[in-house]
T-cell receptor, first 109, second 112 residues
Framework: GEDVEQSLFLSVREGDSSVINCTYT??????LYWYKQEPGAGLQLLTY?????DMKQDQRLTVLLNKKDKHLSLRIADTQTGDSAIYFC?????????FGTGTQLKVEL | DTEVTQTPKHLVMGMTNKKSLKCEQH?????MYWYKQKAKKPPELMFV???????INESVPSRFSPECPNSSLLNLHLHALQPEDSALYLC???????????FGPGTRLTVL
């Protein structure tokens, strides 16, 4: 399958912005997703972007897509302690999702 | 009802036991999925059902047996598991095979 890479760890202060990055390799991906997973829980769909879009904003979340570089990012504005979790990007190729390696976000007071 | 439910939340079983995991959704979704997730790793797809028919089996060992009795229910029957099968088992559903997937809370399985 295709590899979807993320940095393993990100630490931010409460109130700052967080930017989580994702690099994918399948240029035929149609949709790209961001999921959040809190400890011991399932995956929560946060947002998604269609491959012909550059940007999508949803309240505190902003998704940027650079299709030329196959780079996806998730910006969380005014990060709160409740945002501490693992964040997975995922690309849809055909009818299967390929998940990124996951980024653990730690929010410090 | 906009959620996927899974039972049990936790399961401990021996290598000779037979058990089943259950997943249910009432969103009218016609695709359902089983994933296996090890700690700090991304979910790995195991099976996909579309319109109650198995459409994808990701070369999963036969000790895992999926079943889709109707469009709302998905089971995973477990038999003769190994300790390395211990993981979080996640169920998901989507409108169809191409829609966004919604996940249940998972079953934490421990094989002794």
């Amino acid at each position: 399958g295709e590899d979807v890479e993320q940095s393993l760890f990100l630490s931010v202060r409460e109130g700052d912005s967080s930017v989580i990055n994702c690099t994918y390799t399948d240029s035929s991906s149609t949709y790209l997703y961001w999921y959040k997973q809190e400890p011991g829980a399932g995956l929560q769909l946060l947002t998604y972007i269609f491959s012909n879009m550059d940007m999508k904003q949803d309240q505190r979340l902003t998704v940027l897509l650079n299709k030329k570089d196959k780079h996806l990012s998730l910006r969380i504005a005014d990060t709160q302690t409740g945002d501490s979790a693992i964040y997975f990007c995922a690309e849809r190729g055909g009818n299967k999702l390929t998940f990124g390696t996951g980024t653990q976000l730690k929010v410090e007071l | 009802d906009t959620e996927v439910t899974q039972t049990p939340k936790h399961l401990v079983m021996g290598m000779t036991n037979k058990k089943s995991l259950k997943c249910e959704q009432h969103m009218g979704h016609r695709a359902m999925y089983w994933y296996k997730q090890k700690a700090k790793k991304p979910p790995e797809l195991m099976f996909v059902y579309s319109y109650e028919k198995l459409s994808i089996n990701e070369s999963v060992p036969s000790r895992f047996s999926p079943e889709c009795p109707n469009s709302s229910l998905l089971n995973l029957h477990l038999h003769a598991l190994q300790p390395e099968d211990s993981a979080l088992y996640l169920c998901a559903s989507s409108q169809d095979r191409w829609g966004e997937q919604f996940f249940g809370p998972g079953t934490r399985l421990t094989v002794l």
